[in-house]
């Protein structure tokens, strides 16, 4: 029996199964979770429900993190199905392509800045709101995914730096919030994984080999890490841990400085 049997989770934003949330579902799915899903719209609708029929999950809902009505409703349905909730992963950032190129100055306009927050940041809060009635005496968590460019200056990233600044900011608060009624709220800043949301940021290849040269482990890390770690932290066995963003990264991290062997 898996460490997290039992456990009812709602996966938000898989797209392909080079996705980083297609790592977590299959790692929490080896681990004896149920799974459900969402898509952001009936063009991706088709390919999230045949991923999720290769989990033996029937339940794929239409969600758009970007309206309320359509969260409120997702999880009505989800209450609906399974009466209640343990885990919550949040996998969705999204900024404007043309604000992923070039210098940060002239890429970043208000409506780019205002979108990426609300979509990468905002949308973990308001998963949160809607989910908590379903969460509540489950000794839930929530788990989101984050990246060094929050807290460091990386190429091209630009504005979505800010906001993973902010969905990282956004975790503590919540955890502190949520923690008096026992829900655990985590991030995972993974290493650059060739998916097909890190195909909009200019210069990805490069930040691959770059990483691959200079992190103690000598290699990129893959979806099936950070699925590893994710179940992890989404199970009793990290029952003391809420608050915090766990570096997957080959350790790459915590390196000043490398030089090439």
């Known amino acids: 029996m898996g460490f997290l049997a039992g456990r009812k989770v709602l996966i938000v934003g898989l797209a392909t199964e080079r996705s980083i949330a297609w790592g977590i579902a299959q790692a ?96 973990l809060t308001a998963l949160a709101r809607a989910g908590l009635p379903l969460m509540q005496g489950r000794a839930g968590a929530l788990l989101t995914l984050s990246y060094l460019g929050a807290v460091r200056s990386i190429p091209s990233y630009n504005v979505m730096g800010l906001a993973k600044a902010s969905l990282e900011a956004n975790v503590r608060f ?39 040269q200079a992190a103690p482990l000598r290699r990129n890390v893959t979806t099936d890490d950070v699925g590893n770690a994710a179940a992890f932290l989404c199970s009793d066995l990290a029952a003391g841990i809420t608050g915090e963003v766990v570096y997957v990264d080959s350790g790459y991290s915590h390196v000043g400085m490398a030089f090439p062997e």
């Open 28 to 123: 929490m799915r080896r681990e004896g979770a149920e799974l459900a899903f969402s898509y952001q719209n009936e063009r991706l609708g088709e390919r999230v429900i045949e991923l999720a029929q290769r989990l033996d999950s029937p339940l794929v809902l239409p969600m758009d993190v970007g309206n309320d009505a359509e969260i409120d409703a997702g999880f009505s349905r989800i209450g609906a199905e399974w009466g209640a909730l343990d885990v919550i992963v949040h996998s969705v950032a999204y900024a404007p392509r043309e604000a992923l190129a070039g210098g940060f100055v002239e890429a970043t306009t208000r409506e780019a800045f205002a979108v990426a927050h609300d979509i990468s940041s905002y949308s």
């Open 174 to 212: 919540l955890a502190a919030d949520l923690g008096p009624r026992g829900i655990r709220v985590n991030a995972i800043s993974a290493g650059p994984i060739k998916t097909l949301a890190s195909a909009g940021i200019a210069g990805m290849r490069k930040m691959l080999h770059h990483v691959e």
